[in-house]
C-alpha cells in the first residue's frame, strides 16, 4: 500500500529522469572535486614522510642542495685528464651533448670539455647547461647513526618500556574493568565516577610529588617510574575495556559460576577471549603511548645510557644539528616501529579512535 | 535460621571482597599516584621547595608572585591561548570539511582514512624535528615551495617570534587526521533515512548540512574542542624540541606547561612549579565546565528532551 502511494507523489516520469540525470551529474562532479582535494592533503601528509626517508638516504654532500630535492640526487662525476669533474648536458648549434664542465669563468661562464676528447672545449654559461644527476643512496647512514649515538641502547630501553608497561596496563585494567561491571556494591558505582573524574586531570598535578616520591625511593634515572604505575590501572583505559565488557552477557558468568568458576576463572576464561578486539586496542594505543612519550623520559631519565629513543633522538638533534642525515636516520629507525604495527593493525586502531571518539 | 542469615551474609560480603580485590590496583594507584600526590601538590604550592632543603611555607606567596609579579607567567598564558585561538578553529574546520569531503563516497576511502591517520602514529620528537627542518629558512623545503610558486619570500618561521606560533599551527593542522577518522566515524553514524525525508521535503543540499549534518554532528565538533583546549594547555614535545627546551626565539614559543617545567626541573622552583600546576588544573576545570554549560545552547543531543 504505501508503494502505491509513494507513486502518485511522484512526478511525471520525463521530468523525474530529466533531474535526476542532472542531479546525477552534479554529484559526479562534486565527488571528482573532493577526490581531488582529498588526495592533494593526502600528498601533503606524506610529504614529511618522504622528506625524512630521502634525507636519512643523503650524503653530507646531497644535504647541501637548494631547495633540497625529494629525492637524493648526485651530481654526476666524471675523469677528465685525472681530475673528477661534474658532467653537463650541454647545448651547442642545437644540438645536445654530455660535457665535462672544467673551469668556471667570470660571469657566470664556464669551460665545458668533452669527458673522451679533452681537447674540444667550449665556453658556455653555466646556468643554461643542464647538470646530468642520479640517484644516490647513502644507507650506511643508519649504521653511522647508530654508532654515533648508542640507538640500540635507546632501542632497547624504550622496549622494556613500552612492552612491560603493556603487561601492566592489560592485567591491571582488564582486572578493574571487570571490578567495574561484574559487582553491584553501592560504593563502586562512586569509585567509578571518581575513577572517570581522574581522565581529565592533567598530570602537571601530580607529577611533582611523584617525582619526589620516586627519588625518596631511589627509582629516579631507572626505568621503573614508566613501568611502576602501568601496573596499577588507568582511568581511560579501564573505561574503554569495562564498556566493552558491559555489553558481554551476563548469562556467560552466571553459567561459569554455576560451574564453579572462581571471579578470577570467569574473567580469564570467559570475558576476556570474548573481548579481544578491546584488548588488541588498548595494546596498541598503550605500545604508541609509550613508544612516543617524551614528557616523563625526560624528567625521570638523566643518564644516557637510560634514554628511550624520544629523549635519545631529541638530544642527538641537540647537539648534532648539522648531520641531518644521521638525525633523519635515527628519526627513520624510530618511525618504523609504530608505522608497520599501524598497517597491521589498521583496523583496530581506526576502531579504537572511533570508539573512545564518538562513543566515549 | 541464624545459620542461613549469617552465610547469606558472607556471601554479599565475599562479593564486596572479590570486587575489591578486582578494583584494587586502580584504588592503591589512586591513592598513591593521584589523590595522595594532589594533596601533596598542593601543600608544596604554599611552599618554597627545592627538594633538597626542607620546604619552608610561605602562605599564598606563590600564588601572588605569579599574578602580581611574574610576566613570564602571563606570558606564556598569552602564547598558549594565541595558540589554542588559532589551532583550534583552523584544526576544527580543516579536520571536518576534510572528512565531510571523506564521506561522499569518493574512490579509495580506506587508502586516505589510512594516509590521514598516519600522523597521529608518530605524533612527537621525530615529527618535530622533520618540521623543523622543513620549515628552516636555511635549506628547508617550504620556503622555496613558497618562493616558486606564489613568490612570497617565507618567514623565518621557527627563528622569527612572530612566526613560530603559525609555524605551530601549521604543524597542528598536518596532524588534523585523527579528528577527521572521529568526524568521518560520526558522519557515518548519522541515520540516511534522515537524509532521505528531507530529500523528499525537498530540502537542498545546504539545507541537508545546515538542518541534518551540523546540529548530529555537534556533541563530536563538541568532544574535539575540549579535548584541543586541554590539549593546548599541556602542548610540550613539539615546543620543547623546536626551541630546544627554550621556549625561544626570544620566548615566543614558552607555553605554559613548558614554563612550568622549566620552574620544576630547570630552575628547581619545585613550589611556584606546583603553584603553576594548580592554577593549570583550575584552567583546564573552568574551559571545561565552560563548555559543558555552554554545550547546552548549541550541542544537540539525540533523545535528549528540550525545555523551554
Known amino acids: 500500500m504505501a508503494s502505491i502511494e509513494v507513486q502518485r507523489m511522484q512526478p511525471p516520469a520525463t521530468v523525474m529522469h530529466n533531474r535526476l540525470q542532472s542531479m546525477r551529474l552534479q554529484s559526479l562532479v562534486g565527488r571528482a572535486l573532493a577526490t581531488v582535494v582529498i588526495a592533494t592533503g593526502a600528498l601533503i601528509i606524506l610529504i614529511p614522510f618522504l622528506f625524512m626517508l630521502s634525507t636519512s638516504l643523503k650524503s653530507k654532500n646531497q644535504l647541501r642542495a637548494v631547495p633540497p630535492p625529494l629525492i637524493p640526487w648526485e651530481m654526476t662525476m666524471v675523469e677528465v685528464t685525472g681530475k673528477r669533474e661534474p658532467l653537463y648536458r650541454v647545448t651547442i648549434d642545437g644540438e645536445t651533448r654530455e660535457m665535462a664542465l672544467v673551469k668556471n669563468q667570470p660571469g657566470g661562464m664556464g669551460v665545458f670539455v668533452d669527458p673522451f676528447h679533452p681537447e674540444q672545449s667550449v665556453t658556455l654559461k653555466i646556468a643554461e647547461q643542464t647538470p646530468v644527476r642520479h640517484v644516490e643512496l647513502h644507507p650506511e647512514n643508519y649504521v653511522e647513526a647508530m654508532t654515533a649515538v648508542p640507538l640500540p641502547r635507546y632501542l632497547l630501553n624504550t622496549l622494556i618500556v613500552t612492552f612491560v608497561g603493556m603487561t601492566g596496563v592489560l592485567i591491571s585494567c582488564t582486572m578493574v574493568a571487570y571490578g567495574f561491571s561484574r559487582f553491584r556494591a553501592p560504593w563502586l558505582s562512586w569509585l567509578f565516577i571518581v575513577l572517570l573524574s581522574t581522565i581529565m586531570l592533567p598530570r602537571q598535578v601530580t607529577l611533582i610529588p611523584v617525582y619526589v616520591l620516586f627519588q625518596r625511593l631511589g627509582w629516579v634515572d631507572t626505568l621503573l617510574p614508566l613501568i611502576v604505575p602501568t601496573f596499577f590501572a588507568n582511568a581511560y583505559d579501564v573505561f574503554l575495556i569495562r564498556q566493552f565488557f558491559m555489553t558481554i552477557p551476563l548469562e556467560m558468568d552466571d553459567a561459569a559460576k554455576i560451574d564453579g568458576a572462581s571471579p578470577m576463572q570467569t574473567l580469564w576464561h570467559v570475558l576476556v577471549p570474548q573481548a579481544t578486539p578491546v584488548i588488541v586496542t588498548v595494546a596498541l594505543f598503550h605500545f604508541l603511548y609509550a613508544w612516543n612519550d617524551f614528557y616523563e623520559p625526560l624528567i625521570f631519565l638523566h643518564s644516557q645510557k637510560n634514554w628511550t629513543m624520544a629523549v635519545g633522538l631529541q638530544t642527538f638533534n641537540a647537539l648534532y644539528a648539522v648531520n641531518t642525515h644521521l638525525i633523519m636516520a635515527a628519526g627513520v629507525v624510530m618511525v618504523i616501529p609504530p608505522v608497520l604495527l599501524f598497517f597491521l593493525a589498521q583496523r583496530h586502531f581506526i576502531q579504537g579512535v572511533v570508539v573512545s571518539g564518538v562513543k566515549g | ?308
Open chain 2, 1 to 308: 535460621m541464624r545459620l542461613l542469615r549469617r552465610s547469606r551474609l558472607t556471601l554479599a560480603q565475599k562479593e564486596d571482597l572479590w570486587a575489591l580485590f578486582f578494583i584494587a590496583p586502580w584504588l592503591i594507584g589512586f591513592l598513591v599516584f593521584t589523590a595522595g600526590p594532589m594533596l601533596v601538590s598542593f601543600s608544596f604550592s604554599l611552599t618554597r621547595y627545592n627538594i633538597v632543603d626542607a620546604p619552608i611555607f610561605i602562605g599564598l606567596e606563590n600564588y601572588v608572585r605569579a599574578f602580581g609579579r611574574d610576566p613570564l607567567f602571563w606570558h606564556s598564558l598569552r602564547v598558549t591561548l594565541y595558540y589554542g585561538a588559532l589551532s583550534l578553529p583552523l584544526g576544527l574546520l580543516v579536520g571536518f570539511g576534510l572528512s565531510l569531503l571523506l564521506n561522499q563516497k569518493i574512490p579509495f576511502l580506506s587508502l586516505w582514512r589510512t594516509i590521514y591517520f598516519l600522523p597521529s602514529v608518530i605524533a612527537g620528537v621525530a615529527v618535530a624535528i622533520v618540521w623543523s627542518r622543513i620549515f628552516s629558512p636555511q635549506g628547508g623545503l617550504l620556503n622555496p615551495f613558497l618562493e616558486r610558486t606564489f613568490g612570497i619570500k617565507g618567514p623565518g618561521w621557527f627563528t622569527d617570534p612572530n612566526w613560530a606560533i603559525p609555524g605551530l599551527v601549521i604543524m597542528s593542522l598536518w596532524g588534523v587526521g585523527g579528528g577527521v577518522i572521529i568526524y568521518l566515524a560520526g558522519l557515518q553514524g548519522i541515520p540516511t533515512s534522515l537524509y532521505d525525508a528531507a530529500r523528499v521535503d525537498g530540502a537542498n543540499a545546504l539545507q541537508r548540512f545546515r538542518y541534518i549534518t551540523l546540529p548530529m554532528m555537534t556533541p563530536v565538533l563538541f568532544y574535539m574542542l575540549v579535548l584541543g583546549l586541554i590539549g593546548a594547555f599541556q602542548y610540550f614535545t613539539e615546543v620543547y624540541v623546536i626551541s630546544g627546551g627554550s621556549g625561544g626565539p626570544q620566548r615566543a614559543t614558552l607555553f605554559y606547561n613548558l614554563y612550568l617545567y622549566q620552574n620544576a626541573f630547570k630552575f628547581n622552583e619545585m613550589g611556584y612549579a606546583s603553584a603553576l600546576a594548580w592554577v593549570l588544573f583550575l584552567i583546564v576545570l573552568a574551559l571545561t565546565l565552560l563548555v559543558f554549560r555552554s554545550s547546552a545552547l548549541w550541542v544537540y543531543y539525540e533523545g535528549e528532551v528540550r525545555k523551554r
